[in-house]
C-alpha cells in the first residue's frame, strides 16, 4: 500500500468520523437553524469519507494487480 492511498484513506477515516460526529448531535441541537447546519455538513462530511474510502480502496486494487 502507498503512501497516497494511506493518507486518502486516513482523510476518508477522519471525514467520516466527522460526519458521524455531526449526524449524531443532531439529537441535542435545540434550534432548527443548527439542526439543519449539523445534518447538511453531516451529511456531506459523511458522503466525502465514502467517496475517498472507495477511491482509496480501488487505488490500492489496481496497484496492487
Same mark, same amino acid.
Given at each position: 500500500?502507498? @503512501?497516497?492511498?494511506?493518507? &486518502?484513506? #486516513?482523510?476518508?477515516?477522519i471525514a467520516g %468520523? #466527522? /460526519? &458521524?460526529? $455531526?449526524?449524531l448531535r443532531l !439529537?441535542? !441541537? =435545540?434550534? @432548527? @437553524?443548527? !439542526?439543519?447546519?449539523? %445534518?447538511?455538513? /453531516? &451529511? &456531506? #462530511? $459523511? =458522503? $466525502? /469519507? *465514502?467517496?475517498? =474510502?472507495?477511491? /482509496? *480502496?480501488? @487505488? +490500492?486494487? +489496481? %496497484?496492487?494487480?
Amino acid at each position: 500500500m502507498t @503512501q497516497n492511498v494511506l493518507i &486518502m484513506l #486516513a482523510i476518508a477515516l477522519i471525514a467520516g %468520523g #466527522a /460526519g &458521524m460526529w $455531526l449526524l449524531l448531535r443532531l !439529537r441535542s !441541537r =435545540a434550534t @432548527q @437553524q443548527s !439542526r439543519y447546519a449539523h %445534518g447538511m455538513v /453531516g &451529511m &456531506m #462530511a $459523511l =458522503a $466525502l /469519507g *465514502i467517496i475517498l =474510502a472507495i477511491f /482509496g *480502496i480501488a @487505488q +490500492w486494487s +489496481w %496497484g496492487s494487480a
